[in-house]
DNA sequence: TTGAGAACTTGATCAGGATCAAGGTTTGCT
DNA sequence: AGCAAACCTTGATCCTGATCAAGTTCTCAA
């Protein structure tokens, strides 16, 4: 019998996500998984899928950052959501796409062929559980944009996005708090609901004001992270850092 | 032993929504979730759950409307959902609120106690598949929103709006199509991202234009279906009405 | 029927962010 | 190293939708 890989790196690649799943897991189903999942790398800019296409996988993010988007027939367009490492692509239950997903940076996904991924997942609960907690969460945090999209300055956007970085790209280092940023000021664009020039003038603005530091064009120093909270105008209580 | 209603009523009380479901449950299902539910109205205006409220129960809209909003500390809101009837309130899984739910016309909802409901729900994977559908359903429509509150402009939100509105509540006579907006221009400025000004020039600018009669401030009349969808700039293969 | 409050409309002015335009930096390829 | 393309910044101007300010029309209860 194949020996199953239950290295990090597999487990972080379980499409229902890290720890939590493949704790409950057992052994036959891993093994099945195992059996049916591939990988692929994008190159930066690539599309992974259009909205509309058939679907005929679920995947997990392994390395790099890829977007979710919808466009509007004359070339506006929206990002709906941003994928990081570990995070799960593919909608249970429907067979086409319904947004663009587009690789950012260069892009690997571990990927399960669609069909056989059902009939392993169909019938445990626990699984079934834990797509119904992925599906809330994306809700919460597409809710979450709604909020930002439809009510906040452009200031408090940038605010509100360097701390969605800061929460899960950040590491701290004494007081301050350090991060790259996983998109162009473009695509931060496509994301707030902005255009690229009020980006990079609110970011000068933060900037000036102390609120951040700029290392080139990517990289981010927040020096107090209660002043970052403040700016981004944010009820929740986000006190903590994840 | 009781016997089970299944009248159309109970069964559109479902929470787990309509025939869809309750087909699928077993007459033991059913005498379980109608053992512990139960009925409650809310006057216009009065709040169901407050963001960080417990959330004891799940439910199911039985007529009237709610909306889901999210506020910032200064007051600003956005809405990030609207209730109709047969829609579902809850988030199995979750122990706290993290909207507020308000009623805007007089509200019934079908309650379940959420522990109970859990339990009948937990180990019965078609019920979990229907719960990951909602889930889905509802992020699709929190990304279609996003869409419409980061690139659209006023005339087209409440296009998207009519449009929506239409899709669930309008009746067809002849070549138009009647309605009665379930929301006064004020909560239609917080579900747009607008003024509660901005959405009354709007909606005169499309009444002048032709693109819907105002009998009232709240009965409309679409004449001309396909000129409302070009109104919305829409991209989705919305050209049937449902 | 009348009056009060809520809901809605309309007008004038203002401002935040878009658009247009030009120049500067970084990155990656040969 | 040198060049082109992509990426980013900054400035000037414009325009959509916000804000401020009256009015008008509904709704409903006494």
Redesign the interface.
Known sequence: MTQIDLSPKTCANCPIRPRAICSRCTADELLELDKIKYYKTYPAGASVVLMGDPMTFVASVVSGVAT?S?????G???M??LLLPSDFIG????DKA??DVTAVSELTLCHFHKKPFEKVT????HV??R???I??D???A??????L????TAREKIASFLLICARRLGRKEGESLHLELPLTRDAMSDY??LTIETVSRQMAALKRDGVLLLEGTRKVTIPDFSRLLDEA???SDGATLS
């Open positions: 979710l919808r466009s509007m027939i004359d506006r367009m929206q709906v959501g909608r249970p239950g429907r319904s947004y169909h019938a445990t609960p079934q559980e797509l119904v907690e599906a809330l994306e809700l919460d597409a809710r979450e944009w709604m909020l999209l439809g009510r906040k707030l609901g105008g944010d009820d």
